[in-house]
């Protein structure tokens, strides 16, 4: 029953102007990458979060129009009536499920590239469009404003006949037509749209009177808004224009989500935010202007947070993208008392580098996320066992754990055999490394799940050979062997060992085994792997008083981290601690005098001065046993499979999910299993006639 746990509060309903919520839950608009191609698949994610217990679900940002057009991004589109029947898939759903659901309106001005409708670009002033492309949008007249104004009012409506019972005007992120008028770095009009605040908060004015007006109280109005984009006084800040918005429109909209810009300040990653809650210093004055209801975010995880938010009448409504990705069942969870099972966010953002990639969102935490559809994947259910009784997991990484814990929730009896002294492989390795201490909560979480149960056996320091493998007697095998970092340099620029001439050579394995590069000279950290975790070593070395030089074939230092929208605090980051960054330069050898380098376009030479290098290239996967086990003991076993890294290096979410897919698939029947991969939604050949 809500409130036996201590957090009722939480539990409370909240009127939205004629909707009233179950609880106080918000999931706010995020991106899926499904979208308007896959509206199957995006009502699934949306109606599993109201399963799960998120009393408001939102979609994600909605094209209104065809002059913001964001292909090849797949947003939501309200373009005319023929958009309403995929958005009324996931407003029944939801329904279905005791939710309400939301909609964010958009014309995103400058930051739409109209890449497939080929329409003009409108922005708030003459600029060049976001993306690097040679294209720029042309200040909209009067007349681009009243059919801004009418569209938007046009699709208004259609999201009312889609039944959404919350609909957003969406000024934040940097990313809108309202958000571009309110900023004066963007808006250098000088006719009544732009100068002054009070001029520059008219078009949001506009729409959220024309909204109100043709929705006519059938639908709850909601307004987001970033107050503040974290560059000081270069840009609106909280205490004084973002404050002052609020108090123009106090009581206009229904409902005030609030968050701060650019989408990277909003979604910061836990490297350089490891806080929950991090935006309320930039949004809490909001409850203090308005007396409507206020939802916020910070990448809530913790329920005493929550419960002491609305209890201090900070937010009324507690807002979430990435938890509620993360984890669907969160309120559920905290409402049942079961706070020690949420699958916490771990700030990583590579459901944002789904976004960015264009291809269907995914979470480390949770590898069910966008396979709701597709595979049928529930985040809390899964199928009984079925003939077998008993299998080993090998190895306790990301992978492992997962599939340990999966098979477990199944009715196997498992055990789970780890080499190491410690469970959690590379999860646990990376996480003592500086800013990655929350991805331990992937191992914890899963290691507390495993220890409650009654059917699995784990073990550490147990490095199992072949035969006694196979002397167990157990006949299903899963190998989560892992991968180890090549030493040799090979990689992405050269496929063959480099010459190191007797230089001391280390591998980020060494690094998170305590084993650092001496201090008698600078370290070249060579980074042709270019994702997260040269940074990440670079800096961890750093801070160990150790100078070092970062060389990358990539234009720019971790080029990855682009996708989680880091890249910037990443350079930033090594620059003020005092590494130097050579970017587009390849390793070709180093001797006890030093390292040589090359200009990837020229071939011209740079001599390199370091004592040590600490090679971040590629990885070897741990085959070993596997391959032992195939060769002389292969008779002895049902399932022997290779999973996570040692199957193909990757992420973690991508190891999460290797080990996940396996005890899923595991005693099905295999062409049942392949056919997952081709379940898609095809276009339909029906010509729309543009009507």
Do not use: E, F
């Given at each position: 029953m809500p409130g036996a746990n201590g957090y009722s509060v939480l539990f409370e309903p909240v009127k939205i102007g004629p909707v009233t919520t179950r609880n106080r839950f918000f999931q706010v608009p995020h991106c899926t990458g499904l979208g308007h191609v896959r509206p199957q698949a995006e009502a699934a994610v949306r109606a599993m979060k109201a399963e799960g217990g998120w009393s408001v679900v939102s979609t994600q940002e909605t094209e209104i129009h065809p002059t913001s057009d964001l292909g090849p991004y797949a947003e939501h589109r309200l373009w005319d009536k023929h958009d309403v029947p995929a958005l009324r898939l996931m407003t029944e759903q939801v329904h279905a499920k005791g939710s309400l659901a939301a909609i964010q309106l958009a014309h995103n001005g400058h930051h739409a590239m109209n890449h497939l409708t080929r329409a003009p670009v409108l922005g708030v002033s003459d600029r060049p469009i976001d993306v690097v492309y040679p294209k720029q949008a042309r200040a909209m007249d009067k007349q681009d404003i009243r059919d801004l104004r009418r569209w938007h009012r046009d699709a208004a409506l259609r999201a009312r006949d889609a039944g959404f019972d919350i609909v957003y005007v969406y000024a934040g992120h940097q990313m809108t037509l309202a958000h571009h008028f309110l900023l004066p770095q963007y808006n250098s009009r000088s006719d009544e749209y732009g100068g002054s605040l009070q001029n520059r908060v008219r078009l949001t004015r506009e729409l959220l009177e024309d909204t109100r007006e043709v929705l006519d109280g059938h639908c709850a109005v909601a307004f987001r808004f970033a107050v503040d984009q974290m560059?000081?006084?270069?840009?609106?800040q909280a205490g004084e224009e973002g404050r002052a918005v609020v108090e123009m429109l106090a009581d206009l909209?229904?409902?005030?989500?609030?968050?701060?810009?650019?989408?990277?300040?909003?979604s910061q990653t836990t490297r350089f935010q490891p806080e929950d809650g991090y935006q309320l210093p930039y949004t809490e004055f909001?409850?203090?202007?308005?007396?409507?209801?206020?939802?916020?975010v910070g990448r809530f995880t913790s329920p005493d947070l929550m419960a002491s938010l609305v209890s201090r009448g900070v937010l009324d409504l507690i807002g979430a993208a990435r938890p509620s990705i993360a984890d669907p069942f969160l309120p559920k969870k905290i409402e049942e008392g079961r706070i020690e099972e949420i699958r916490e966010c771990i700030g990583c953002n590579i459901c944002v580098s789904a976004d960015n990639l264009g291809v269907p969102i995914r979470c480390t935490q949770n590898p069910t996320m966008g396979e709701e559809w597709r595979r049928k994947w529930h985040p809390e259910v899964i199928a009984p066992k079925q003939q077998e009784e008993a299998v080993l997991v090998v190895g306790s990484g990301p992978a492992g754990l997962e599939c340990a814990m999966q098979l477990a929730r199944r009715g196997y009896q498992v055990t789970l055999a780890e080499a190491s002294g410690e469970f959690g492989g590379r999860v646990r390795k990376e996480s003592r490394l500086k800013g990655l201490s929350a991805w331990k909560r992937v191992a914890d979480n899963r290691l507390w799940d495993l220890q409650q149960r009654g059917n699995v056996q784990m073990f550490t320091g147990s490095l199992l050979t072949a035969a006694e493998v196979a002397d167990l007697g157990i006949p299903n095998v899963f190998l989560a062997t892992g991968s180890s970092w090549h030493r040799d340099g090979r990689g992405r620029t050269s496929p063959l060992a480099l010459a190191m001439g007797g230089m001391p050579v280390f591998t980020p394995d060494d690094i998170m085994d305590g084993l650092l590069p001496p201090t008698d000279g600078p370290v070249l950290l060579y980074d042709d792997d270019q994702g997260y975790i040269g940074g990440v070593l670079a800096s961890h070395l750093a801070a160990a008083d150790r100078k070092v030089v970062l060389a990358t074939p990539g234009a720019v230092a971790s080029a990855f981290t682009e996708l989680t929208l880091e890249q910037h605090r990443v350079q930033a980051d090594l620059l003020q601690a005092g590494v130097e960054i050579i970017p587009l330069h390849a390793l070709q050898s180093a001797d006890a005098s030093g390292a040589l380098l090359s200009c990837i376009y020229t071939s011209r030479p740079r001599r390199v001065d370091c004592a040590s290098v600490l090679m971040v290239t590629?990885?070897?996967?741990?085959?070993?046993?596997?391959?032992?086990?195939?060769?002389?003991?292969?008779d002895r076993f049902t399932t022997l499979e290779l999973i996570g890294d040692a199957a193909a290096p990757g992420l973690i979410a991508d190891a999460v999910f290797t080990g996940h897919l396996a005890a899923r698939n595991f005693e099905r029947d295999p062409e049942a299993a392949d056919a997952d991969w081709f379940r898609r939604e095809l276009i339909s050949l029906e010509d729309m006639g543009g009507a």
């Open positions: 560059i000081g006084t270069d840009g609106m909209p229904d409902l005030w989500d609030v968050n701060v810009a650019d989408w990277s300040n909003d909001v409850k203090q202007v308005t007396s409507k209801p206020v939802v916020g590629s990885r070897q996967r741990g085959t070993a046993l596997y391959d032992d086990l195939t060769a002389h003991h292969a």
